[in-house]
């Protein structure tokens, strides 16, 4: 494609801002910051295998110099950037205990959440990793930054995306007016407008979850895993298994090609294993946005309260009518006639 016709993520947020009445360029220079990051994160991610990066965090490397983990490294790249920007109050991370208040910005209203290294049992074997953020607003500017601002429902989301360090380098991210995918150009280090209007198909043929946990899968799951395997002409089943373990990648993979990503309760995690506030509320906003469906089992999970910000909850994930199937399956309910689900 001549470069005259591509469209840089700067250009497109410059575009799209016009169209918001309030906007002051704050969520771009935010975009700004996690661009860059993303940038730096993976230059490191592409040359994992030749530095000191793969140790554990903790260990010291021949020089005596500590090693750092890439989703430590991520972590602090990130943190360092968001902080940079002056936009942002608060942050909370996935590999931070508490929230990160940022100095100097205690009156600024926006709070950014993230998974800075999704997928890091992946780091050692080349297999796509990613970064997952979300974005909200402070509600009560006339106090100072606590807790309880962190602690919204994933509805109140303002945008929400991921990076995804793959065959190629990838943002995918919506404010709420849809879904775009970015790819970045390495030869310009620009993302540049590759998916514009990304939806997701209704129906889907791929299904992604550990079945190795199969066993200890509420009993509708179980079902559900055997009708995807089921022969039937009518339905295209049985559908293909895809799992790769980065939830970023197979999220990504089905949202582009139609499936549906699960993460359920097992006896030993009641509440799963995916974070509602670092991955499935992202997640979540992305899919609704794309014309999919994301539930815990039990209700949307961009309605859920969180309590705390490490919270778990189950996540079934993606095509409309896979996701309805499966959560009418886990409660026992009536499948409706879908299309092809
Ligand atoms: P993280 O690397 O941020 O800890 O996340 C890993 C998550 C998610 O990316 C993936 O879908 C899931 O863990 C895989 O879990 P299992 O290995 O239990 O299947
Ligand atoms: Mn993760
Ligand atoms: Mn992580």
Same mark, same amino acid.
């Given at each position: 494609?001549?470069? #005259?016709?591509?469209?840089?993520?700067?250009?497109?947020?410059?575009?799209?801002? #016009?169209?918001?009445?309030?906007?002051?360029?704050?969520?771009?220079?935010?975009?700004?910051? $996690?661009?860059?990051?993303?940038?730096?994160?993976?230059? /490191?991610?592409?040359?994992?295998?030749?530095?000191? @990066?793969?140790?554990?965090?903790?260990?010291?490397?021949?020089?005596?110099?500590?090693?750092?983990?890439?989703?430590?490294?991520?972590?602090?790249?990130? +943190?360092?950037?968001?902080?940079?920007?002056?936009?942002?109050?608060? +942050?909370? #991370?996935?590999?931070?205990?508490?929230?990160?208040?940022?100095?100097?910005? =205690?009156?600024?209203?926006? +709070?950014?959440?993230?998974?800075?290294?999704?997928?890091?049992?992946?780091?050692?074997?080349?297999?796509? @990793?990613g970064?997952?953020?979300?974005?909200?607003?402070?509600?009560? $500017?006339?106090?100072?930054?606590?807790?309880?601002?962190?602690?919204?429902?994933?509805?109140?989301?303002?945008a929400?995306?991921?990076? +995804?360090?793959?065959?190629?380098?990838?943002?995918?991210?919506? *404010?709420?007016?849809g879904?775009?995918?970015?790819?970045? /150009?390495?030869?310009?280090?620009?993302?540049?407008?590759?998916?514009p209007? @990304? *939806?997701?198909?209704?129906?889907?043929?791929?299904? #992604?979850?550990?079945?190795?946990? $199969?066993?200890?899968?509420?009993?509708?799951?179980?079902?559900?895993?055997?009708?995807?395997?089921?022969?039937?002409? *009518?339905?295209?089943?049985?559908?293909?298994?895809?799992?790769?373990?980065? %939830?970023?990648?197979?999220?990504?993979?089905?949202? %582009?090609k139609?499936?549906?990503?699960?993460?359920?309760?097992?006896?030993?995690?009641?509440?799963g294993?995916?974070?509602?506030?670092?991955?499935?509320?992202?997640?979540a906003?992305?899919i609704?946005?794309?014309?999919?469906?994301?539930?815990?089992?039990?209700?949307?999970?961009?309605?859920?309260?969180? =309590?705390? %910000?490490?919270?778990?909850?189950?996540?079934?994930?993606?095509?409309?009518?896979?996701?309805?199937?499966?959560?009418?399956?886990?409660?026992?309910?009536?499948?409706?006639?879908?299309?092809?689900?």
């Amino acid at each position: 494609m001549p470069y #005259s016709k591509v469209i840089t993520l700067e250009q497109f947020i410059v575009d799209q801002q #016009s169209l918001y009445k309030d906007a002051q360029g704050s969520l771009s220079k935010i975009f700004r910051s $996690l661009e860059l990051a993303a940038k730096v994160v993976n230059r /490191d991610v592409r040359k994992a295998g030749l530095v000191d @990066i793969l140790g554990n965090h903790g260990a010291t490397n021949v020089q005596g110099e500590e090693q750092k983990k890439l989703d430590v490294i991520a972590n602090d790249v990130f +943190i360092a950037a968001l902080s940079r920007c002056g936009e942002v109050c608060m +942050i909370i #991370s996935e590999e931070n205990d508490e929230e990160y208040y940022v100095d100097g910005c =205690e009156n600024e209203k926006y +709070i950014v959440a993230m998974d800075p290294l999704d997928g890091s049992s992946n780091i050692d074997v080349n297999a796509s @990793i990613g970064t997952i953020f979300s974005i909200y607003t402070r509600k009560n $500017l006339n106090e100072k930054p606590k807790l309880e601002d962190c602690l919204q429902k994933g509805k109140n989301q303002v945008a929400s995306g991921y990076f +995804i360090y793959g065959s190629s380098t990838m943002l995918v991210y919506t *404010t709420g007016t849809g879904v775009n995918g970015f790819t970045l /150009d390495d030869s310009i280090q620009e993302f540049c407008l590759s998916h514009p209007n @990304i *939806t997701t198909p209704d129906d889907g043929k791929i299904y #992604s979850v550990n079945e190795g946990n $199969l066993a200890d899968f509420p009993d509708g799951v179980q079902e559900y895993v055997q009708y995807c395997k089921e022969k039937d002409k *009518t339905t295209s089943r049985p559908y293909s298994a895809r799992y790769i373990g980065s %939830l970023i990648a197979d999220f990504h993979r089905n949202l %582009l090609k139609g499936g549906i990503f699960m993460y359920p309760s097992t006896e030993k995690a009641p509440s799963g294993k995916l974070r509602l506030m670092y991955e499935a509320n992202p997640m979540a906003f992305i899919i609704e946005q794309a014309g999919g469906v994301a539930s815990t089992g039990d209700g949307r999970v961009m309605d859920v309260k969180p =309590e705390k %910000l490490h919270q778990r909850v189950p996540l079934y994930i993606g095509s409309k009518n896979m996701v309805t199937r499966v959560v009418a399956m886990l409660n026992n309910e009536e499948v409706a006639e879908l299309a092809n689900s």
